[in-house]
C-alpha cells in the first residue's frame, strides 16, 4: 500500500493499522502455528463491528486481499496473506451470559477460555474445542468438537444467531428466521460467507465434570482400538472420550516411571452423576491393564485449560484429518505403524468422538455433512525447533496418505492442512457443495473472503 492508501484506512478506522515499519508488527505476525510465515501488508485491529464494516469497504475498494483472525489458530495459517490486509478481531471480545434464557453472546474475537469461565459462573456450558486459547470465531464455523459433543452435539448445533458483515459491507444477523440461507452455511462452511463479529450460543447445564486419563503400553495399541471402537458408540452420551497416541508429557499427573514413553490412552470427559463415575470407567482394563488411569472431579474450564502448557503457541505444526465411520482392522494396522514412529515428542494422533448427539442432528439441518461420522481425526506433527519441520510434516502426510483409504472420504474443515486442494474442500462438504456455492454466490460473488478453505461462487444461473 502507498502512503496515501494507508492514511486513508487509518483515517477510516477507530482502531489501529499496524504495518512493517511499526514496532508492533513482528508481534502481530505470530500466530498459534509457528510453521507459518507471512508477511500481510498491515494488520487491522478493528475496535468494533463498524470498524468490521469501513475495513471490508475498503479492502474491496482497492482491490486488496483480505484474511480475518480472531485466536489466531488456524493450522494453515488462514488468518495471514503475504501483502494483504489481515482483519483482526480480537479487541472484539467478551461474552455476556443470559442465566435464564441460558444463552450467551460472544464477541466475535473472544476465546474459548472467555465463554467457559463465563458461562461456568452461571453452572453453564456448550460444546467447542479442548484448548481454551482457540477463537470461538474461527472453531465455530467449522462446526466445533470437543468433550461435550456426545452429549450436546457440536458448537454449530448450539449457535442460536450470528452478526455478520458481509463482502459489500452491510451488516446482517443471521437466524433460523432471518437470512436462514446464510445460517445454515455458516454452520459449518467456514469463514467463506463474511465476518461474524458476534455469536449467540445455547448453552447447558455442566459445571463439575469428571476427567480421566487412561494409558496403555503401545504394544496394546491394537487390542485397545478394538475395544474402544465398541465400547464408546455404546456408551451413554454423558461419556465423552478421544483416543490418543503420544509420548508421555514429563508433568503431573503422570508418575515419573513413564516419562518421555510412547503409550496409547483415552482423555474421557463424564459430564453425568459423579457416584457413577467409578463404575463408568471399570472397563478400562478390558483391553489390557493400563499403565496408568486417573480419575478427578473438575470444573469444566479447569478440564478445558488442561493442554494450554502442554501445547503454547509458537510450536511448529502439521495437521491432517479425516471422518471415519468404522475403525476397521486395516486402520488399525496403520495407526500401529505411524504410532511406533512418533517423530517427536509431541507428535500424535486423535480421534475425536462425533456422534451421540451430534450424530442425531439431521444431515441436512447445517452445512457440516458427515453426520453419519464416528469419529474426526487428526494426525498431527508438532514441534517446537523449526529444523524439524519437515520431518514433521513427512510424517503427518505419510500417515494420512495410508489411512485415508480407510476414511469416509472428507474431514473437518478445521483440520485441513494447508495445500490440500479443491477437491478435498469439496470431500469435506460432499453433496452439500453445490448449495454452499450458491449461498456464496448470493453473500459474496467476487469470492472477496477466500482465505479460507475457499468454497468458490457458483456461476450466473
Not at 475496535?47 to 486488496?64: N, Q, S
Not at 523449526?386 to 514433521?392: F, L, Q, S, V
Not at 483409504?405 to 478435498?424: A, I, L, W
Request: glycine letters at 12%; one cysteine or more.
Amino acid at each position: 500500500m502507498d502512503n496515501t492508501v494507508l492514511e486513508g484506512m487509518r483515517d477510516a478506522l477507530r482502531g489501529p493499522v499496524i504495518t512493517p515499519p511499526d514496532d508492533e508488527y513482528e508481534e502481530s505476525r505470530k500466530i498459534y502455528n509457528g510453521m507459518i510465515d507471512r508477511r500481510p501488508a498491515a494488520f487491522v485491529r478493528c475496535a468494533d463491528a463498524g470498524d468490521v464494516m469501513d475495513a471490508v469497504d475498503f479492502v474491496r475498494a482497492h482491490g486488496l486481499a483480505p484474511a480475518v483472525r480472531g485466536g489466531g489458530h488456524s493450522g494453515s495459517g488462514l488468518c495471514l496473506v503475504d501483502n494483504g490486509i489481515t482483519i483482526d478481531l480480537s479487541p472484539i471480545h467478551g461474552v455476556r451470559v443470559d442465566p435464564a434464557a441460558r444463552t450467551a453472546q460472544v464477541g466475535g474475537g473472544s476465546l474459548l477460555g472467555e465463554l467457559d469461565h463465563a458461562a461456568h459462573s452461571f453452572g453453564l456450558g456448550t460444546p467447542s474445542g479442548i484448548v481454551s486459547t482457540t477463537g470461538v470465531g474461527g472453531l465455530t464455523l467449522g462446526g466445533g468438537h470437543g468433550h461435550l459433543t456426545r452429549k450436546y452435539g457440536l458448537s454449530v448445533d448450539n449457535l442460536l444467531s450470528a452478526d455478520v458483515v458481509l463482502a459489500d459491507g452491510s451488516f446482517v444477523t443471521a437466524n433460523e428466521h432471518d437470512h436462514p440461507d446464510l445460517f445454515w452455511a455458516l454452520r459449518g462452511g467456514g469463514g467463506n460467507f463474511g465476518i461474524a463479529t458476534s455469536f449467540t450460543f445455547r448453552l447447558h447445564p455442566v459445571h463439575t465434570v469428571t476427567l480421566a486419563i487412561t494409558l496403555w503400553p503401545l504394544e496394546h495399541i491394537r487390542e485397545v482400538l478394538q475395544w474402544y471402537r465398541d465400547f464408546l458408540p455404546d456408551a451413554p452420551d454423558d461419556l465423552n472420550g478421544f483416543f490418543a497416541e503420544l509420548t508421555v508429557p514429563p508433568a503431573p499427573p503422570f508418575p515419573e516411571e513413564i516419562h518421555g514413553q510412547p503409550m496409547c490412552g483415552v482423555v474421557w470427559c463424564w459430564t453425568g452423576d459423579q457416584d457413577r463415575a467409578e463404575d463408568m470407567f471399570a472397563p478400562v482394563g478390558e483391553p489390557a491393564a493400563p499403565a496408568f488411569h486417573f480419575t478427578a472431579p473438575m470444573p469444566y474450564p479447569a478440564v478445558q485449560t488442561m493442554f494450554d502448557a502442554l501445547l503454547p503457541s509458537g510450536l511448529q505444526w502439521y495437521w491432517r484429518g479425516d471422518f471415519f465411520d468404522r475403525i476397521t482392522d486395516d486402520a488399525i494396522d496403520v495407526h500401529t505403524k505411524y504410532a511406533q514412529a512418533l517423530p517427536t515428542g509431541l507428535s500424535t494422533m486423535h480421534m475425536y468422538p462425533v456422534d451421540g448427539a451430534a450424530g442425531r442432528v439431521g444431515r441436512d439441518d447445517t452445512a457440516w455433512s458427515y453426520r453419519d461420522a464416528h469419529w474426526s481425526g487428526i494426525v498431527g506433527g508438532i514441534d517446537p525447533d523449526p529444523a524439524n519441520a519437515g520431518a514433521i510434516r513427512q510424517w503427518c502426510v505419510d500417515y494420512w496418505e495410508e489411512l485415508h483409504p480407510h476414511s469416509m472420504g472428507g474431514g473437518y474443515v478445521n483440520f485441513m492442512g494447508s495445500g490440500e486442494g479443491q477437491d478435498r474442500v469439496r470431500a469435506t462438504y460432499g453433496d452439500h457443495y453445490d448449495r454452499l456455492a450458491a449461498i456464496k454466490r448470493t453473500y459474496d460473488p467476487q469470492n472477496l473472503f477466500r482465505a479460507n478453505q475457499n468454497i468458490a461462487p457458483a456461476a450466473p444461473v
